[in-house]
């Protein structure tokens, strides 16, 4: 009897690591395409609200072809990524944001979400090129984090030496963490990709990624450089 429910419970521990994954990206897919289709949705509300309503029939018979939401929502960002790139979308987007910082709690939440995007999405920026090993939470104990810049402004006024800002992730859901301060003294470079580390830390280390630690050297934490 308990050879058979040792087989039956590897049977069902095999299917689920057989479907978990699949599970996993469709659930992923399936907010995203949520997430999409509530922006195409919001924009067929603006376009029913211009036009006059003998027209709102035909706008909700285009509204429901399938896949219209995804083309449309992509091809409007790329519209605007090729209107932003030159001078004349610089400035309307320049007359945008001063619009936007005149409006109370509003400028507060835009301008934040901004300089955090910006500074993720620069092509140029050093926010999260760099997976390094960090002691967290304790002396002693490592974890994996990875550098998004140095700190400034009053922080860096009140600390002493060469610092880098670090963000660890939780795992299994690195989309939640914790940003530490530390010395860059105290940080060692890791010769991974940061793709690897992710699945490192989502897998909660069970995908481990190649053996390639960087020498332990204190910092040598290319990326970063001052």
Known sequence: MAERSSVVRRYLITGLLTWLP???TVWVLVKVLGLLDGV???????????????????VD???????????????ALFLT???????FGQWLLNRWDRLVQKIPIVKS????VKQVSD?????????????????????????IAFVTGKPGGVVAEQLQGDHLSLYVPTTPNP????MLIVPRA?????????????????????????PHLAPPAAGQVSGTAP
């Open 175 to 178: 989309t939640s963490g914790f």
């Open 81 to 87: 990524g090729a209107l932003v790139a030159n001078i």
């Open 61 to 75: 018979y285009v509204a429901g072809l399938p896949g219209l939401s995804v083309a449309v929502v992509v091809l």
């Open 109 to 112: 939440i835009y301008t934040s």
């Open 119 to 143: 500074t993720l999405f620069s092509s140029s920026g050093q926010a999260f090129r760099e997976a390094v090993l960090v002691q967290y939470p304790r002396e002693g104990s490592w974890t």
């Open 22 to 24: 699949l599970a996993v």
């Open 40 to 58: 195409f949705q919001w924009l067929v509300s603006a376009l029913k609200a211009l036009i006059p309503d003998v027209f709102h029939g035909n």
């Open 186 to 210: 105290d940080v060692r470079a890791l010769d991974m990709s940061v793709d690897e580390a992710l699945k490192y830390i989502i897998s909660m280390g069970v995908v481990a990624p190649p």
